[in-house]
């Protein structure tokens, strides 16, 4: 018996804050209209921070 073939995975990240959001959303849009949908969406704000100086 033959396995499936695994369907690639599509992920977004994000920068984040600022006017980045209006062209996240633009992004977001035009990949809607053509059908494509990220199984991922993550931003900056989810990793951690390293460049704090404490």
């Known amino acids: ?6 369907q690639p995975k599509a992920a977004l990240a994000f920068a984040g804050g600022g006017s980045f ?3 996240e959303v633009a992004v977001l849009s ?8 990220a199984d991922m969406v ?3 704000a989810s990793e951690p921070d390293t460049h ?3």
């Open 52 to 54: 704090r100086d404490d």
């Open 1 to 6: 018996m033959t396995k499936p073939v695994a």
């Open 42 to 44: 993550v931003d900056r």
């Open 21 to 23: 959001g209006a062209i």
């Open 30 to 37: 035009s990949l809607a209209r053509r059908g494509i949908a």
